[in-house]
């Protein structure tokens, strides 16, 4: 077993023994037994934001050269949020380009992004529409708006 699959065996062991006291976290695993380099992980809404009772799914892919290289980060999920690209679901956070360290790992990287739904940075959109009204102060139309979104394409579905 390579260096990379011994640490993401260990993140995972350690994620699964510490998962209760990260509620925002709903799954952070392998997509399957046969490839620890593809992960997925699903995020919770948080209450008090306008993405609550969301479920937001990300796919995560582990470069050969992990925690040397950051891994890429996309939400499958449909999101509105101005620091990720709406069609791609790409996500515009410094510590998965020029600021990641070895020392982050895949449920710290997660946490950060779920803390970047609630803290966005206008200044560097990936969609405009939903910086723009950040920037003009508009907040009960970014709110609105990302609670359509949220409505439209994060709501569980209920199985009847």
């Known amino acids: 077993m390579d260096t990379v699959s011994r ?33 997925k992980a699903c995020l919770a809404g948080l209450p008090g934001t306008p993405y609550e009772g ?30 990720v690209h709406f069609k791609t679901g ?5 510590i998965l ?3 990641w360290s070895p020392a982050w790992t ?21 969609n405009c529409d939903a910086a723009n009204l950040l920037r003009c102060g508009d907040m009960l139309a970014y709110e609105n708006l990302i609670r359509m979104y949220t409505q439209l394409h994060a709501l569980p579905k209920i199985n009847k």
């Open 7 to 39: 640490r993401l065996i260990k993140e995972l062991r350690d994620f699964d023994k510490e998962a209760a006291s990260h509620p925002e976290i709903l799954e952070l695993a392998p997509e399957s037994d046969h490839d620890l380099r593809q992960w």
């Open 54 to 83: 969301g479920v937001f799914d990300l796919s995560i892919q582990i470069p050969r050269n992990y925690p040397i290289h950051p891994p890429t980060m996309q939400f499958t999920t449909k999101i509105c949020h101005p620091n």
């Open 90 to 94: 790409e996500i515009c956070l410094d």
């Open 97 to 99: 380009k020029t600021e």
């Open 106 to 126: 895949l449920k710290s990287t997660v946490l950060a992004v779920s803390l970047l739904l609630s803290n966005p940075e206008p200044s560097s959109p990936l």
